[in-house]
């Protein structure tokens, strides 16, 4: 179960990195800059009003989503520990150095 929804908010994740990355910072939408005959639905006022939309709504699945698996992780800790619990592996000791003489 956890492995199918970490899949699922990997794909929901790289979706709103790429509907974020296509929206233009005035609110342009798409950088396109005229709609010539594409109708309303893909002017620049109707791309920007679905770009956040789809911005909006892929965000609160990606919170949401995070949020289940932290809860969903939470539930199996005694099935996974920590790395900060677990003791430093002690270094091997250095060889003993043998000291030569001199005359």
């Known amino acids: 179960m956890n492995t199918v929804l970490l899949m699922i908010h990997l ?3 790289i979706a709103l990195i790429g509907v974020v990355l296509i929206q233009r ?3 342009g939408g798409l950088g396109i800059g005229t709609s010539q ?3 309303s639905f893909m002017s620049g006022r109707g791309t920007a009003n679905l770009l956040t ?6 965000a609160t699945i ?7 698996l932290a809860l969903m ?3 199996a800790g005694t099935q996974t ?6 003791p430093a592996a002690s270094a091997p000791a ?8 001199t005359n």
């Open 81 to 86: 520990r920590s790395l900060l619990d677990t």
């Open 25 to 27: 910072s005035e609110g």
């Open 94 to 101: 250095a060889p003993p150095t043998t000291k030569v003489p």
């Open 73 to 75: 992780n939470r539930g």
């Open 11 to 13: 794909f929901v994740t």
């Open 62 to 68: 990606f919170f949401a989503m995070s949020l289940a």
């Open 37 to 39: 005959g594409m109708g």
């Open 53 to 58: 939309r789809t911005t909006a709504i892929l």
